[in-house]
């Protein structure tokens, strides 16, 4: 009992690492976000340097990072597309001065989004995040970065660039077409359009929640729910009703 009592006390850092800004917030004080820009020459160096300057004389025991790239084992495996290099290797503990646990942006914003069952995320951003939690289990994914049509693949039809080339009124169908395809492969019970580009959807695909990127936040805490075990076993919450096969269910 002592030993979970003292966890509960603990303060984390969540830091979402994005290709435009870096947010951050703290466990006790969801509402005070500390942010600055990032961009395509931001190194970890450059990252660490401003969290610490900004965040000087302020306290906290844990640190959680969303990273925007590929993360395996709690490792970053490739530097990030949208930013500098240098942060394959990069030791985040002892620039912050405490453990850190690092996760795909996308599937940090997966936790925080759960609610039970099994739910595929997908994060409209610069790119295309996705991750998968299938009763509690949680699978970081790159599926922007499979084969979609003409060649090209997922991300070059539904991220930044293409929203900005194609239009808003096309670039949203080609949203919707690309979430029908994933939801009828993963057949999910539920879908949830996340990352900074949802808002820019003046609709909804049918069966799809709307994501926030507060939720970010919200999965970055459950990282160090339970020290043992990461965030492999999640606490279930209020489970969608059952859905009919290929299609998604939720509430838009």
Partial sequence: MAARARRTTLRILVVDVGGT??????????????????GPAMTPQEMTRGLRWRLRGTHYDRVAIGYPGVVGHGRILRDPP????GWVGFDFEKALGRPTRIVNDAAMQALGSY??????????????????????????????HLPYKKGRN?????????RRRSGRKKWQKEVFAAVEVLAAALEPDYVVLGGGNVRKLQSLPPGVRRGNNRNAFAGGIELWRDEGDGPSSLRPRKRPRARSPGRPRGSA
């Fill in 82 to 85: 949208h930013l500098g290099n």
């Fill in 115 to 144: 609610r039970g069952g099994r739910m595929l995320f997908l994060g409209l951003g610069a790119g295309l995040g996705s991750a998968m939690i299938v009763e509690g289990r949680l699978q970081p994914m790159e599926l922007g």
């Fill in 154 to 162: 997922y991300e070059e039809f539904v991220g930044e660039v293409a």
């Fill in 21 to 38: 800004h870096v947010k951050a917030s703290f466990s006790d004080q969801p509402t005070r976000t500390v942010r600055f820009p990032s």
